[in-house]
Structures are given as structure tokens and as C-alpha cells.
């Protein structure tokens, strides 16, 4: 066989020195792999997909080789190097639209896009499997590419196949978990670098020890990554094999990154890439920057935004602008800056949107504060991935306003993000918008929150549920409480003056008026708060500010009717009460005089928990002793009001069941204030 400078692989002869060489770097290229795959490589090379590898004959090197090239003008040889330095190992390929080869122009178009060997030219007719694996790859599909590969490796096929044909599918599942991090990803790169041991291939490429330095990093194994760069740059494997940006972005794409001496390690890397003149693309920049939040290294975030720009990503390359401008928007956001993180949003305004309209399936956000989203790599280049990016920094900016106690501005951010997006917002910027009204008790808010939560599709689930129930009826801390203390008396007297009637502030020590014997009252906190003088009517207008009864029991009602339940049927599983609501919707019904409901409540809560916990007491007993002793007063309260004494000893047979510690002042008391 010729060894032609595109030859992949071929015997190795020992007849002349140039053959010795070669044999000797074949020798290193096997161990290279052996010891990336690990000793127990064998054990993942299971047939994953069909294909039985290690039963058919290991034919070596039956054609020659040559560079591929799907340039429509004949320039051969250019692709190779097109393709490795335009698809990214993260970010994947922005070069133009995906094609999924269901549209008549679509598949003219992939048709011409073959490549030399495969169009016959150089290696015969190529079969169906191996145009549809290189579709596949176009397409950035991992499952179209791994089914049509399974079949063109167990035909003649296979002896066609060039080292960049390989290496792009490598490349693919790389990038499959990079996006997904999926362990099905890695088995599949682990199956065709074992079969490039068993039919003796050599990389002459940089590309494929590359794809190889990502399998070292995504299953931690950096020691034996940076001795492969090691072997890199001292030429060992080839003159050809040099180390590029590709091979510094493999150590940025490393999910295992844990303490701040590993990000020292990345951030000596990125000054070796500087000082070789080798250009950091977007992919590191952005991986450092989520890096630099991670563990709030603010002065490097500060240094990366300033030293880097996205003027350089064309006007057609939307995604990868979206993912580049997005990760410095939650930058911006993150150090508090909402002016520039406006600044980064409006220039991603101004890119092209993508024409691929397939919709992603359900996209999973993760509850970290730094805002991850995970997409499919078969989707990462649709429109819908746009304005997931686009969505997610639009949520940073959102949060940010909200930390900063501007809900307006925060409002505003999210009609904004309504108006440029026709992606709904996501639970979680719902969720950092109740969080924020429930802990003032603008029950406004909250209700408008819910019915657009509603209008947008979305489930509410329990824990909003309990968000909006309880803050209509807990009790304020100190700093809560002395704003609507303060509240109540301008409302007081506004109204007095309206009706001019002169409001005279009554006396500190007159009974039933003083702000201490009403903040015992309400079961506030014992710091002490500044006292204020409350007439009559600023007490009504406290309570009112405080207790809203007739709002928490809408809001039962309604998360009653969303999961199908009967308020009457207490032994319905379809809704098991959790300790928050109960103590809440009890609380609502007790100040409405509605003692048999609040009864009914309790009596739903015990069921279930001693359906739960049938030989045991209850896990909120020992979580929340405080709540449970609150509960167990008010039915106590409710079961004597309503004059049941049946209930009452059922109350106590349960308070002695359980462990239930009630003061003896709650359980002896009458008309007690909740």
C-alpha cells in the first residue's frame, strides 16, 4: 500500500528506515489510545447499537487514502482543515443551517456536499449508509450518525472511510456530551477508538488526538490529558500534530472543575495560549466566565469582559452569538452592572434568527443560581435554541433587579423579554418573582403572578402552591412588621383626613391600642421594634395588611380544583397536604369562623400522614415542632368552638400518639389570636 500524505492507515514494513519510523510512531499512536480508553477498555466496547466489531475480519488498508473535500469547485484538500477549525468542540458547528434531509432543496443541497471520496471520484459509489452517516454529521444528529456507522462498519465500506470522516464522528459524540453530558456519548467514542487499535489506524492529524485529549477530560482523566498535549508538543506523534486552540479548549470543557486550584490550572493555560499567539475563541471565553461565577472570582470576570469582545462572531452565526452574548449578560448580571447586561442584550437583538423552526423537546434548567441550560446537539442550532439563550439572560438581568429590590424594573425586563421572545417565561422566573412578593405579602402581585402562570400553560406544583398560601397568612419578622405598622398609620390617616375627622393618635398605655400588645397579638417575633401608637382604626388596617383570610382560601380552592380533588374528600390521594398549608389554610378559616373547616383541614392532614407513617410519628413532629404545636392549638381552639368533644378527644388521643409538646397556656386558651 502507498503511504500518500492522506493515508490513514497500512502495513508497516521493516524494509527500509522511513517504513521503521513509521511502524515505531504506529507503536506510540496504539499506546496513546490504549491508555486513553484505560485497562478496562474492553468492557465498554459492548455492541451498542448492533454491530458485532470484534467478529468481523480486521482487514487492514485495502485502498488508498486521500484528504476529502466538499468544496463544489474541486479545491481538494481544504475541508479537512475547514471543518476542524470552524466546528466547535462545545459550541458545535455555526458554519450554516442544519439539514435534516426532509426538504427537497435540502437534500440537492447535502447532495452536492458529499465529499470527493464518497461522490466516487476517488473510492467508487459510495453506499446509502455512508451518505446518510455523513448527513448525520452535517446534521450534527448523534443518532442518525451512530445508526448509518454501525452498518458502514460492518460492510466494505468501512475500508473506505478517511481519518477525517472518522474523526468527525468522534467529533460528534464529543460535542453530544458536552451539550448533553450523556455516558452513552462516551461509550460510543470509546467503541471507534478501540476499533482503530484493531485495524492498527494512525492519526496523522491533530484533529483526532484532540477528540481523543476530550475523552481524557470528560471522564477525568486530566493527568493522562496534559501527557498526551505533552506528547503533542514535542512532536512525538508527528510532525502534522501540533497543539491549536481545539487542544486548549478540551481542558475548558472539563465538567469536573471543582476548587479554585483548578481553575488556577485553566487560568495558566489561558496565558499559555497568549503567549504562543494562539487566539482564545468563544468557547473558552465562555467557560471561564462560568467558571469565574462558579466561585466569585469577580477581579477575573472583570479582566475576561474587558480583554474580549463578540464583535468578531458573523451576523449569520445566531447561536453562537446567543451563547457567547448570553454567558457575558449573566456576567454583567452577576457583578451587579444591569446597564451593561442590557448593552450585551441588545446587540444579541440584532443577529439573524435562525430558519430551522423544529421545536426543542422539554429543556431542563438547572436550580443552580448560575442558570445552566442543557439542549439537545441535534437542536443546538434552531430557533428555538436562540431564544433559550436569549430567555436565560433575560432571567440573570431579572434576577439581578430583584436583588437589587427594583421589582419595576424587573417587570419591565420581563414584558421586554416578552416582546423580543415568543418563548413563554420559565418557572424559574416565576419563581424569583413570587419568592420576592411573598416575602412582602403583596398578595396583588401574587394572584396577578398566578393567572399568568396559567395563561402562559405552565403547572403549578405544590411548592408555589405553598409560596402563595402561606404568605397570605404568616406572620411578619421584625423588619416586615415595621414597615406595615408604619403603612397602616399613613393609611389611617389619610382616611381620617379624607373624611375630616382629626386622627389623634391614642395613648401608648391605653388598652387594646399599644403596638406591643398588638405585635404579641400576632405572634411576631420577641425582638424589640419601635413603637408606634396605634388607634383603632390603624389596627383594622394592620390586620388587614397582615391576614389576608379570603386570598389563602381562594388559592386552596384552586389548587384543590388543579389537581382534581374534592374540598369534601379528605381521604383523596390525589392531594397530600404538607404542614405549611394546613397551618396557613386553618389559620384562614379560624379568623373566618368557620371552625368545622378548619377542623376538616386538620383531620385531612392526620390522615394522610398516618397513611404515611403507620408505625412511626410523623417526620414534620421532629422537623417542625413549632408549626405542629400551632396546629394542634388552633384545632383544639376550633374543636371547642364548634362544640365538638368527640373531635377534641380524638385531638388529644393523637397530641399523646405523636409527642405533640403544646404549652398548657395554648391549650387552655380561649378565642387565641392566629
Known sequence: MRL?????????????????????????????VRESLGADSRKHIVNIAGSKYTHRPSTIGAHSRSQFSTDRDGDSGKEGKEDKDHIEDKEGSETGEPHDGTNKEDTEHMESAIPDPLSGRLAGSPSPQRIEMFRGIRAQDPERVWNAFNEVANTSEWDRLTEEEITQVIH?????????????ALDRVKSIFYICIQRHYVFQKAWGYNEMLRLNISEGRRELAYKLKAGMESGKYGADVTVDVHTYAAFFNDPYISSRKELAQLIDLYDEMNSRNIKPDTRIQKALLLYARQFDEKRLLTT????????????????LAARSISARTKAYAYMHKPKLAQEEL???????????????????VSGSDLGLVQIPLSHSRTRD??????????????????????????????????????????????????????????IRQLRELYEMMQQDGLRVSEHFYTKFITACMFTPKERLFEHLKGKAVKISQNAGARKGIDQDPAPANEPGV??????????????????????????????????????????????LADYGVSASAIHDKGYIPNINITNSVMRAYLRRERYALALREFIRYCYHQKQLYPMTRPLDVERSPRTISVVFGMALEAARLHKDTKSEQRIYTTIREWGVRIPETRMRARNFKY
Open 304 to 319: 475576561l469582559l474587558d480583554s474580549t469582545s463578540t464583535e468578531d462572531i458573523p451576523y449569520s452565526s445566531s447561536t
Open 4 to 32: 500518500g500524505a492522506g493515508s490513514v492507515f497500512g502495513f508497516l514494513q521493516k524494509s527500509t528506515i522511513r517504513q521503521q519510523r513509521a511502524l515505531c510512531r504506529a507503536r506510540t499512536h496504539v499506546l496513546a
Open 172 to 184: 460528534v459524540f464529543n460535542n453530544q456530551f458536552s451539550y448533553e453530558r450523556s455516558k452513552q
Open 514 to 559: 399599644d403596638g406591643a400588645e398588638i405585635r404579641t397579638g400576632l405572634d411576631v417575633k420577641k425582638a424589640e421594634v419601635s413603637e408606634i401608637a396605634l388607634d383603632k382604626r390603624a389596627e383594622e388596617e394592620l390586620d388587614r395588611l397582615i391576614f389576608h383570610p379570603n386570598e389563602c382560601i381562594q388559592f386552596f380552592e384552586d389548587m
Open 385 to 442: 435554541a436562540f431564544f433559550v439563550y436569549l430567555r436565560s439572560a433575560y432571567e440573570a438581568l431579572i434576577r439581578t433587579h430583584l436583588t437589587r429590590r427594583n421589582p419595576h424594573f424587573a417587570r419591565d425586563t420581563m414584558d421586554d423579554m416578552r416582546r423580543t421572545s415568543y418563548l413563554p417565561p420559565t418557572l424559574v422566573i416565576y419563581e424569583l418573582f413570587i419568592r420576592f412578593h411573598a416575602k412582602r405579602k403583596d
Open 346 to 364: 441588545n446587540k444579541l437583538l440584532s443577529y439573524q434568527i435562525p430558519k430551522d423552526t423544529r421545536h426543542i423537546p422539554p429543556i431542563h
